[in-house]
């Protein structure tokens, strides 16, 4: 990847992205400071301890849910270990809206009173999903994050691991993400390799899917990761050489997402791009100096 397509993926996102995305790119490859993303992150927080406000692009409204506090974790975990006040906050919410068992949906019955893609607003299914509960409690593992709920959400996981028959691309990510970040690694790499075989059955590793499929960069989103090895060389070559074509002449990527509202499309592309860059970052496809990011300690 040129260092022209990098400039032109910073101004993609500078006309494009939204104000917290537009600060998570000046931190994450020009040296920028973490404060400003943080400042920018706690407008979407509400009292509650979670997070909404639109957040998460395809739901609108003020109220917590699930997935907003998956995509608050993930920034959170760009800038160093989640501040104990929000960590704790963030458990608190969740603790209130679980199933006894630690499980929660990725969106509330609230969803459905306000602005939100037609899939959540008519969704009538609030049980608990994996996908949701493993990468929510996988990135408080790897925030440090010490709390009751957490504890019972990780046996929730690890319940549900144990006894996976099938998985979905999406449902996958959250897995690989709690099995990269949960305390117990014996445990987690034995996992992954009873698992790889499902796994790898539902990532387009032979890019026959240029929609919404799940690739193996999806998964394994730097060359460390515990899903690396689910791929081979070859593989992971291919799909990075995929992810440098398809950006678009004007320096973004394609949300790859169902489109429902153009404001939404628009906010997913920004966080798409910034992605794909860190991405391509990771496996050494960027030519000339991006810094790494700052980490707070």
Not at 161 to 185: K, S
Not at 227 to 232: E, I, K, Q, S, Y
Request: hydrophobic share 35%; charged share 25%.
């Amino acid at each position: 990847m040129t260092w022209d397509s990098v400039r032109a993926a910073e101004h993609f996102t500078m006309r494009n992205a939204r104000l917290i995305d537009r600060q998570r790119f000046a931190h994450l490859f020009q040296n920028g400071p973490t404060h400003p993303v943080r400042s920018a992150l706690a407008a979407y927080r509400n009292l509650d301890g979670g997070y909404g406000n639109g957040l998460d692009p395809d739901l609108r409204g003020h109220a917590s849910q699930p997935l907003a506090i998956e995509t608050a974790l993930r920034y959170l975990d760009e800038l160093g270990p989640i501040p104990h006040d929000i960590g704790q906050g963030v458990c608190r919410y969740l603790s209130g809206v679980s199933q006894p068992d630690g499980g929660v949906p990725p969106v509330l019955p609230t969803v459905r009173h306000t602005e939100a893609a037609p899939w959540w607003r008519h969704t009538t299914d609030f049980s608990a999903r994996l996908d949701t509960t493993a990468h929510i409690t996988g990135l408080l593992h790897k925030g440090r994050v010490t709390h009751p709920w957490r504890d019972t959400a990780t046996a929730y996981c690890w319940k549900h691991i144990d006894t996976l028959a099938w998985t979905n691309g999406h449902e996958a990510v959250g897995l690989c993400t709690f099995l990269q970040h949960v305390d117990d690694r014996q445990r987690a790499i034995q996992a992954i390799n009873r698992l790889s075989t499902k796994l790898r059955a539902v990532i387009d590793v032979r890019l026959h899917d240029h929609g919404r499929a799940h690739t193996p960069l999806d998964l394994a989103t730097n060359p460390q990761h515990i899903a690396r090895p689910l791929f081979t060389d070859t593989e992971i070559e291919r799909n990075l050489d995929l992810f440098e074509k398809q950006q678009r002449p004007d320096g973004g990527w394609d949300a790859n997402w169902e489109h429902w509202d153009a404001t939404a499309t628009a906010e997913r592309e920004g966080m798409r791009t910034i992605q794909r860059l860190g991405i391509l970052r990771a496996y050494g496809r960027v030519s000339g100096y991006l810094p790494q990011p700052r980490r707070d300690a």
